[in-house]
């Protein structure tokens, strides 16, 4: 089955910048639409932002729009979320999984979830 393994997160300023990417292994997630989730203690899975299977589809939390941006190279069998002006509140584990890019995210149609990656955003 599908495998993704998210990279990337790491400890930023406020208004920095950080490259979040989610790999995929055993099989080319070509055909994958795929989506970023964030999760902070004692809170569900919020949706951040999704990509559709070729690129042409994306959607973005409001929470996040303008400074957040989606992309993948299926070449590489990799989806990215480029993080800029990154405020306190983005602090969260950050994982990616496969599922439809609706314009809001749910974690109940997502599968193939990543073991996450750490983004703190504190000065």
């Known amino acids: 089955q599908l495998q993704l393994v998210e990279s990337g997160g790491g400890l930023v300023q406020p208004g920095g910048s950080l490259r979040l990417s989610c790999a995929a292994s055993?099989?080319?997630?070509?055909?994958?639409?795929i989506g970023w989730f964030r999760q902070v203690p004692g809170k569900g899975r919020e949706g951040v932002s999704c990509i559709g299977s070729s690129g042409r589809v994306t959607n973005y939390a409001d929470s996040v729009k303008g400074r957040f941006t989606i992309s993948r190279d299926n070449a590489k069998n990799t989806v990215y979320l480029h993080m800029n002006s990154l405020k306190p509140e983005d602090t969260a584990i950050y994982y990616c999984?496969?599922?439809?890019?609706?314009?809001?995210?749910?974690?109940?149609?997502?599968?193939?979830w990543g073991q996450g990656t750490q983004v703190t955003v504190s000065s």
């Open positions: 055993r099989f080319t997630m070509d055909y994958y639409p």
């Open positions: 999984a496969a599922g439809p890019c609706l314009r809001i995210l749910t974690t109940d149609r997502y599968d193939y």
